[in-house]
């Protein structure tokens, strides 16, 4: 009975023991009653939470139902080995910020301007929001992993942030997703669009970028400026959707209407370029498998064009699968076949272009299309289910098939180089040799020479920001 008048007012140990005794036993009494108020907030036990240097510490609880932003303003807690189910919100006059191995399952949000160290030390974040705010003490995110885009725009360190080990856990597609979502919310509580959302990741990638160049950690830079490239597409990308309908929109004035230029289609159309080939000059293996793409759709196409006028005129195609045998037909009949069939040829050198780029789109960006085959798929089972069996079933047949295909022309330039190397440098034979115009193997080995140098620059770009040699 007097345990449970003490706790109910531990005003009166003063007057049980007099001097020190008093105040040892009262502070104690406090510690007793905070772990009590602690563990009913968390929903923790009370053996789990220890007390030292001046805070509390919550140790191995999972599955925090809901966090409470209340008892943090209290009691400095510390969090150890949590994982938090419901949404963390930090707010205003929080004693102590420190996460040690917490996963969070939900939003973390901080909004406010943090005048407490913030430390986040293995944590495993899904959705971040520090928008706008403002951190005048140091702030540590020492290996944290990230399943989905934070939000750091328009945050101000006013000391520092020290960033270790960061993990992205998420790809371009996965970023889009988050962006597109759900609406949010600015300062005067309009809602943004979706390449208003997309420009606010990009500059909260920005933030990060410029902090880890000025502690000179490139490498982790150009991940992070490949992120920030991800975000300029999504919001050219949403911008020319934006301009599209309003287009069509006859209710909108004509000088309040999305504008989307040239100038925006050409940088949409690199950036998606680059980050097909070389995800935008940050993963090696991706830049070599579409340089080795690349050379042998050139060397699939030019056998193609001697094996089409070997057999054109009469000649055994047995008796000529070499290459330098192909050859000697080939430049023994195409001068006389370029002067009787002029219009023919120069028709044929059009397709032969058309058909070198549609192979390299095809076999390079083939996700755009894969993306638009399911989601035709999806409306297809709302009408048929018959008809979109037999449809997925061919889009895995042709899958397979571009695959194996795919296979054969990186193999093919290691074939090449091994039989005849100077095919694979048109430039050197094909344009000092005395040709006809309008040489469909000229026409060829010019688009190749040109689209070569593109992509030899980005896999030497690539190599170099893969490697140690500084920027």
């Given at each position: 009975m007097a345990r449970k008048r003490i706790g109910k007012n531990t005003k009166t140990l003063k007057n049980l023991t007099p001097g020190d005794n008093a105040n040892k036993t009262e502070g104690v009494i406090n510690k007793i009653i905070a772990k009590r108020e602690i563990a009913k907030a968390f929903n923790a036990l009370e053996f789990n939470i220890l007390y030292y240097n001046d805070s509390f510490a919550l140790n191995n609880t999972r599955e925090i139902a809901q966090f409470n932003s209340k008892i943090?303003?209290?009691?400095?807690?510390?969090?150890?080995?949590?994982?938090?189910?419901?949404?963390?919100?930090?707010?205003?006059?929080?004693?102590?910020?420190?996460f040690d191995n917490c996963k969070f399952e939900s939003n973390v949000t901080i909004r406010f301007k943090v005048e407490v160290e913030a430390c986040f030390y293995r944590c495993d974040f899904k959705h971040t929001n520090f928008d706008m705010s403002i951190f005048t003490k140091p702030m540590i995110f020492y290996g944290?992993?990230?399943?989905?885009?934070?939000?750091?725009?328009?945050?101000?360190?006013?000391?520092?942030?020290?960033?270790?080990?960061?993990?992205?856990?998420?790809?371009?597609?996965?970023?889009?997703?988050?962006?597109?979502?759900?609406?949010?919310?600015?300062?005067?509580?309009?809602?943004?669009?979706?390449?208003?959302?997309?420009?606010?990741?990009?500059?909260?990638?920005?933030?990060?970028?410029?902090?880890?160049?000025?502690?000179?950690?490139?490498?982790?830079?150009?991940?992070?400026?490949?992120?920030?490239?991800?975000?300029?597409?999504?919001?050219?990308?949403?911008?020319?959707?934006?301009?599209?309908?309003?287009?069509?929109?006859?209710?909108?004035?004509?000088?309040?209407?999305?504008?989307?230029?040239?100038?925006?289609?050409?940088?949409?159309?690199?950036?998606?370029?680059?980050?097909?080939?070389?995800?935008?000059?940050?993963?090696?293996?991706?830049?070599?498998?579409?340089?080795?793409i690349f050379i042998g759709i050139f060397a699939f196409l030019s056998a193609g064009i001697m094996v089409f006028f070997t057999i054109g005129d009469g000649y055994q195609l047995f008796g000529a699968l070499d290459t330098a045998s192909l050859k000697y037909f080939y430049d023994a009949n195409i001068k006389n076949f370029i002067q009787n069939n002029t219009a023919c040829v120069v028709g044929l050198n059009f397709f032969i272009v058309l058909l070198f780029l549609t192979l390299f789109i095809l076999l390079i960006i083939h996700t755009i299309f894969d993306a638009q085959l399911i989601n035709l798929a999806k409306r297809l089972k709302q009408k048929n289910h018959l008809v979109c069996i037999i449809y997925i079933k061919l889009i895995r047949f042709t899958k397979c098939l571009r695959q194996l295909f795919t296979l054969l022309l990186c193999i093919l330039p290691f074939v090449i180089l091994v039989s005849s190397p100077k095919f694979l440098v048109p430039a050197i034979g094909l344009f000092t040799d005395n040709r006809s115009p309008f040489d469909p193997l000229s026409t060829i080995g010019a688009v190749y020479t040109i689209l070569s140098a593109i992509m030899l620059f980005s896999l030497i770009k690539t190599m170099r920001k893969n490697s140690i040699v500084p920027n």
């Open positions: 943090i303003k209290k009691y400095p807690i510390s969090f150890i080995d949590c994982s938090f189910m419901g949404e963390v919100i930090i707010e205003p006059d929080t004693k102590r910020i420190y944290p992993t990230f399943r989905e885009a934070p939000n750091f725009n328009q945050v101000i360190f006013a000391d520092n942030l020290n960033i270790v080990g960061i993990k992205f856990n998420f790809n371009f597609d996965s970023l889009q997703q988050t962006i597109m979502r759900k609406p949010y919310i600015d300062e005067s509580n309009k809602s943004k669009g979706k390449n208003e959302v997309a420009y606010d990741f990009r500059d909260s990638f920005r933030t990060l970028k410029n902090i880890l160049i000025k502690d000179n950690n490139l490498l982790d830079a150009s991940n992070h400026h490949k992120f920030e490239l991800y975000c300029k597409e999504i919001e050219l990308d949403s911008k020319k959707d934006l301009a599209s309908e309003h287009k069509k929109s006859k209710n909108i004035p004509e000088s309040e209407k999305q504008k989307f230029t040239a100038k925006d289609f050409i940088d949409l159309f690199i950036l998606r370029f680059y980050r097909y080939t070389s995800d935008h000059h940050t993963d090696l293996s991706i830049a070599i498998r579409s340089m080795l």
